[in-house]
């Protein structure tokens, strides 16, 4: 199973910028996709982007054009480089890994503050 760890959360003001990382260990090379997910208070678990093991990437509507998500294989580390942060942003973020079993493994996540 792939151990999962965020990093880079805070508090920042709207229109400023945040990078998430999710170091990841474990059976690495065997990571089908990754991805990034968020949960703010009162609400459910949402989708904000994933990325598959061959480079292919999925947005959620709401951050498409301000959120990046990009994979370092040689550093086992997931990244999520959000700009033009708004109050709506604010969750706790969450990163997972789907392996080669199809077994889904999920971070503890980091909080992120975005202040009007």
């Known amino acids: 199973q792939v151990q999962l760890v965020e990093s880079g959360g805070g508090l920042v003001q709207a229109g400023g910028s945040l990078r998430l990382s999710c170091a990841a260990s474990g059976s690495n090379f065997a990571i089908r996709a990754m991805g990034w997910y968020r949960q703010a208070p009162g609400k459910e678990r949402e989708m904000v982007a994933t990325?598959?093991?061959?480079?292919?990437?999925n947005y959620a509507d709401s951050v498409k054009g301000r959120f990046t998500i990009s994979r370092d294989n040689a550093k086992n580390t997931l990244y999520l480089q959000m700009n033009s942060l708004k109050p709506e942003d604010t969750a706790v973020y969450y990163c997972n890994a789907l392996d080669r079993n199809y077994v889904l493994s999920w971070g503890q996540g980091t909080q992120v503050t975005v202040s009007s």
């Open positions: 990325i598959a093991s061959g480079g292919t990437t």
